[in-house]
């Protein structure tokens, strides 16, 4: 019994699923967790990096007024503060990853396989 997700209604009738929706199983599962770690991981820099540029245009917009300076400075500092987090949390998602033998950031090879590049054969999963 493959049919993980299909409906079966009285007469015998039965729908199956959409093609090329998921069917289940722990490979599906990492793939759907690695996009969103990834999608998560992406838009965090990218707040960090838009946030980065305004403090630095609203630190040189202030004309010497120190409350503006101040208030650049902290969303300078907490941009920066961002882009550290983010990229702990990638170091700690490879880490923890690695430990349990589950790479969240490459959904392309299957559980416990982790892709390696060769040259002249593009990415394998071993």
Known sequence: MDKLIALTVPGGQSFEPVAG???GGPNELQKVISFGVTSLLIVATLLSLAFLIMGGIQWTMSGGDKTAVDAARK???YAIIGL???FSAFLIINIVGSFFGINL???DC???QFPERIPGQGTICR
């Open 110 to 112: 299957p559980i416990g």
């Open 105 to 107: 950031l490459s959904p």
């Open 75 to 77: 969303k300078l500092t």
């Open 84 to 86: 550290v987090v983010t």
């Open 21 to 23: 929706m998921p069917r």
